[in-house]
């Protein structure tokens, strides 16, 4: 079995930052891509950003120039630099990891609320 767990959300005052971290565990698994979704209330779920293994990334247009996605490929460790936080960022980040198979395993998301 393979375990995604997501830290760093919480509450964040309009234009300030947050980081946060997803680790792998369990069984070793080699991820093609890693990244991060979100879900607001009310809304679907939506790519914010991801990373492949060779350090290609593809951000959402509404998070281009205020967030950065990382990762530590030997560790499984994916990270989301938030920077400019706005209110319309406020939603459940989910981390989510694929094989090069195509098999996606999701952990189960951080609450990043941001508001005055």
């Known amino acids: 079995q393979v375990q995604l767990v997501e830290s760093g959300g919480g509450l964040v005052q309009p234009g300030g930052s947050l980081r946060l971290s997803c680790a792998a565990s369990?069984?070793?698994?080699?991820?093609?891509?890693m990244g991060w979704y979100r879900q607001a209330p009310g809304k679907q779920r939506e790519l914010v950003a991801h990373m492949t293994r060779g350090g290609s990334t593809n951000y959402a247009d509404s998070v281009k120039g205020r967030f950065t996605i990382s990762r530590d490929n030997a560790k499984n460790w994916v990270f989301l630099q938030m920077d400019g936080l706005r209110p319309d960022d406020t939603a459940v980040y989910y981390c989510i990891a694929e094989t090069s198979g195509g098999t996606q395993y999701w952990g189960q998301g951080t609450q990043v609320t941001v508001s005055s």
């Open positions: 369990g069984r070793i698994v080699i991820f093609n891509t």
